[in-house]
């Protein structure tokens, strides 16, 4: 129950509110005479007939104590005698009904005069009826249309209109005119708020219901019961669980202001627990949360109305449920399908209340019909939430199933389509919640809506952040979301709807840890800092959105810092942010993706293992991954998993234990090929369809032991840059474990349909190692190829790093499709020169020239057989080597993520200055003098145009 609305067991009193009696004529197959409804104030609902001696209402002056029954039933509780509202009213009566048939929505024979539709079928419910049943049943009865006859489908239901409402309203006198008094006048201030909704919600709860709508809620609730039943039983109505929930309709018609339900009650089981929890979710169109929405809106309360909708109980506390995310969830990406859930209802999992598990698919190969799953990652389900009377609660997750994934495969690739689907129909993104029947096996889906927080447009402009200089050590760490900086000023904030209106723009909201609540506050901060937290939670994702810095995770945050106090916010060194006490200058350069030149030399982004989506600059050609980054990001010897009884330290194989947690004993190796795959196929689909280089492993044994569980597999070498590594370690008989983890993993991605996937093979002594490398692979059932239409053959570039690799150049080009050349790593082994030493940057720019001699036969045996060359350049060597890149004509280079566009307008600058020295030098520019009137505006244009073309010629 959300924490806005009052609870509904004790008695609120009701300002001078006396019994209510309303006057209904209706005929139909339900009533052939003129009755009063009356609920009276322990609000019992009742029919009393016009001839009954009705209740005294002589003392209205008296104010009345209203209690409002909870309507929480047993599991299919039986009615026990004759209920006020007959459960067993001649059902035979309806005949035939279907959705089509409600009495409510026909016009009145007897009387010639059309009633209002007062429910609508969800089947029948269209976009166009937003403004009758709100925009949340609106999508879904879109979505049930869509969804018939596929394997995923919405459950049946029914929902009431405005029209039921507003009936409801005029149907009690005064009641109006009551609960326009609340609201005249109110102001923004919670506490106003909340005391003038809990004054308008007692005056609805004690108000009576139309016997006109209880009669079509009724009908329409047995249909529902009658269509839940197998066709040989269904003449039969046996009372069915359902599920109820309202939404708002506002006559608002901007799609920024969707709101999903308010509130759902579950277990709602025969006619009466039908009545009442209508007039509950009416109550919810004065609630504080409904209030703050029409507010937002520029909306008057009184303007605005509701809708309550009924369906089947769908049974997700024996399955599980979750949300079909139409993007990936840090970056933004809209290629990614990410689907999170967990075992029971969906409560944990957008609350937040368990670690649940998440997953993510490509669309592009869901639309292919080809293995989408990226990637899927356990959470450690310790809770999950069950239906409990008419709410939830939660109860402990069994320990079998605690790291048991909550979604099969084929459940994932289903749900996976079923999200594509609703997204194209819609036209716009769509998030999408989901359950799954653990007695049917069934997967239905709950609700939609359009997403406004995960997606992301195409970026316009790159945005870089550097922080100015500070030897200052931060106040707190934790993990950053976005990647900007942000001054301001401290406001600790314990209670959102309380600080709302103190917090100022600009100001750094600092708390414990926040949900929706806290909506308004974030959009007006200038930067968040919680005690608690994930990025993917729902105030980092409004952060992200909004382009504003926030660190979550900062465990001590509201102990570190008091309101007042000013502080810089730095997420520019992403996955990690830090605070900073005082204002530091920070320098922010941004460029308009359309204004990146485009140059003769390609750049490609080396990535961070799970970074891709982040990193994946729209100025790169592709991406470059090594498989070195993600065992050192493991932290664990690739032999840990297939040799795990090898393992010597204790510590060490309790370590493998909580990373290999869920995989069976007997296949820990899996683990290893999950981890692996999931990386090289998140990097692949973050730039497809552009290439992705992965090198595979190139560790020495000494960075080897230094893993978790290295010294039970590494023995101690006397040199061992120059031992036991790159092709001559994958084809070792000791390593041949987890080299086949590698290929299999390799395999899987090619299997997937990723035709961008190119494996780098490093640290090559001879050409005889090239065919015993291929014969390795071609055992793990890995075959090569020149080119990438071959299907799941692949593709191998050479690592250049070695001497003994320039010297066979030419015959290593026939063997490999593309060279890369480590500037670091073969200066190394050139010139004996360590590369962690401090003097390497010095020795770098001393000795440049007598590297370019080496580059330069590399680049004569590439273009002698028409293969890419290119270069991997730390940051410390582009002064030194830049000259090389357009005399030696190199094709591309690869280059840290952060440092893309940089280099592509320094190698821009250098080709620009190249092709104007070529066409002086050729005699078809003439030289320009540096005085301002050395040519004519003629002759200006002249230049131009040549050194224009010259560009795109490169370009092309």
């Known amino acids: 129950m959300s924490d806005e609305q009052a609870p509904l067991t004790p008695k609120p009193t009701v300002e001078a509110l006396p019994v209510v009696e309303v006057t209904s004529s209706i005929t139909g197959p339900m ?91 969800l089947e029948e419910t269209k976009l ?16 049930t249309s869509l969804l018939k006859g596929k394997e995923a489908r919405v459950p049946a239901g029914f929902c009431t209109t405005s029209a039921a409402y507003k009936l409801f309203l005029s149907a009690n006198p005064g009641l109006e005119d009551n609960l326009r008094a609340c609201f005249q006048g109110i102001t923004s201030e919670e506490s106003d708020i909340r005391k003038q909704c809990k004054k308008a919600r007692n005056y609805i709860l004690a108000a009576a219901m139309p016997s006109t709508l209880m009669d079509a809620a009724v009908e329409a609730y047995g ?30 018609d901007d799609p920024a202001h969707f709101m999903g339900p308010l509130e759902s009650y579950a277990n709602i089981s025969g006619n009466k627990s039908v009545i009442e929890t209508i ?13 703050r929405s029409f507010q937002r809106q520029g909306v008057a309360v009184m303007d605005g109305s509701i809708s309550a909708c009924f369906q089947k109980l769908v049974r997700a506390d024996t399955g599980s449920s979750g949300v079909i995310i139409p993007a990936e969830v840090e970056s933004g990406n809209p290629s990614i399908v990410t689907i999170r859930s967990n075992w029971g209802v969906g409560d944990t999992v957008s609350t937040g209340a368990s670690q649940v598990d998440e997953f993510q698919l490509f669309k592009p190969l869901l639309s292919s019909g080809k293995p989408a799953i990226l990637s899927k990652s356990r959470g450690r389900k310790k809770q999950k939430s069950i239906y409990h009377r008419d709410g939830t609660k939660l109860v402990a997750v069994p320990k079998p199933d605690r790291y048991t994934l909550s979604l099969t495969d084929d459940q994932l690739v289903l749900l996976g389509n079923m999200g594509c689907i609703i997204e194209s129909t819609f036209k716009e993104p769509m998030v999408v919640e989901f359950a799954i029947d653990g007695a049917e096996k069934a997967c239905y889906i709950v609700h939609v809506a359009p997403d406004h927080l995960y997606s992301t447009s195409p970026s316009v402009s790159i945005d870089h952040y550097s922080l100015g200089d500070t030897n200052a050590a931060p106040l707190l760490v934790g993990a950053a979301v976005g990647h900007s900086i942000a ?103 941004s460029s308009k993706v359309e204004d990146i030149p485009v140059t003769e030399t390609r750049v490609m982004g080396v990535v961070k293992p799970g970074q891709a989506f982040f990193q994946n600059s729209p100025a790169a050609v592709g991406g470059v991954i090594f498989l070195d980054s993600i065992v050192r990001n493991l932290g664990v010897h690739p032999l840990s998993f297939s040799k795990y009884d090898e393992i010597k330290d204790r510590m060490e194989r309790k370590y493998v234990d909580e990373l290999t947690v869920g995989y069976p004993a007997a296949s820990l190796s899996e683990y290893y090929v999950d981890a692996v795959t999931s990386t090289i196929a998140q990097t692949c689909a973050a730039f497809h369809p552009r290439n992705v280089i992965v090198q595979l492993a190139d560790m020495t044994s000494s960075d080897l032991r230094n893993l978790s569980g290295g010294s039970s597999f590494e023995s101690p070498e006397v040199n061992p840059a120059y031992g036991l590594r790159g092709l001559s ?12 983890s590698e290929c299999t993993a390799i395999k899987r991605v090619l299997d997937m349909g990723f035709t961008n996937l190119i494996v780098c093979v490093p640290f090559i002594r001879s050409v005889a190692e090239v065919d015993s490398f291929r014969e390795a692979l071609h055992s793990f059932g890995l075959e090569t190829s020149a080119e990438p239409e071959l299907g799941t053959k692949v593709r191998l570039y050479l690592d250049v790093q070695v001497p003994s690799n320039i010297f066979f150049a030419p015959k290593l ?144």
């Open 31 to 121: 009533e052939t005479e003129k009755e009063h409804i009356i609920i009276k104030p322990d609000a019992t609902i009742e029919k009393v007939p016009e001839t009954a001696e009705a209740a005294p209402a002589a003392e209205p002056a008296a104010p009345v104590e209203a209690t409002f029954e909870s309507p929480a039933r047993k599991h299919k509780k039986k009615s026990k005698g004759k209920e006020k509202i007959d459960a067993e009213q001649d059902v035979s009566a309806l005949g035939s009904a279907s959705p089509r048939s409600e009495t409510s929505s026909q016009p009145d024979s007897a009387r010639g005069s059309p009633r209002p539709k007062l429910v609508s079928w």
């Open 128 to 143: 166009t009826d937003s403004a009758t049943v709100s925009p949340a049943w609106a999508a879904l009865g879109e979505t």
């Open 223 to 252: 249909v529902l019961c009658r269509r839940a039943m197998p066709p040989e039983e269904s003449a039969e109505k046996v009372d069915i669980d359902c599920i109820a929930r309202a939404a708002l309709i506002s006559p608002s």
């Open 279 to 291: 007039q509950r979710c009416f109550a919810l169109a004065v609630s504080p949360t409904a209030v």
């Open 487 to 589: 001054n301001g000023r401290v406001h600790v904030v314990t209670s959102p709807h309380k600080s709302v209106f103190d917090f100022k723009p600009g100001d750094i909201l600092v708390g414990d840890y926040f949900d929706a609540e806290a909506d308004p506050i974030v959009r007006k901060a200038g930067g968040v800092i919680l005690n608690r937290g994930d990025r993917r939670s729902y105030i980092a994702l409004l952060a992200r959105s909004l382009g504003i810095p926030a660190i979550v995770g900062a465990s001590k945050a509201t102990d570190t810092f008091k309101t007042g106090q000013e502080i810089t916010i730095d997420c520019s060194h992403f996955p990690m942010g830090r605070v900073y006490d005082g204002t530091i200058t920070f320098n922010k350069t």
């Open 729 to 740: 370690r994958a084809s070792h008989d000791d390593y041949k474990d987890a080299f086949g």
């Open 813 to 956: 080009s026939k063997q490999f499709a593309g060279f890369i050349v480590d500037v670091k790593k073969l200066t190394s082994s050139l010139f004996c020169q360590d590369m962690d030493d401090a003097a390497y940057k010095s020795f770098l720019h001393t000795h440049a020239e007598n590297l370019e001699p080496a580059l330069a036969q590399i680049v004569r045996a590439a273009r002698g057989s028409n293969i890419p060359v290119g270069l991997h350049i730390h940051s410390d060597e582009h002064a030194a080597i830049s000259p090389w890149i357009t005399t030696h004509r190199i094709d591309f280079l690869a280059v840290d993520a952060a440092r893309v566009v940089d280099t592509i307008n320094i190698i821009a600058g250098r080709e620009r200055s190249e092709s104007l020295s070529s066409l002086s030098k050729s005699g078809h520019v003439s030289s320009v003098s540096e005085s301002s009137t050395g040519t004519s505006e003629s002759e200006e244009a002249t230049l131009g145009e040549a050194v224009e073309n010259v560009v795109h010629l490169k370009a092309e």
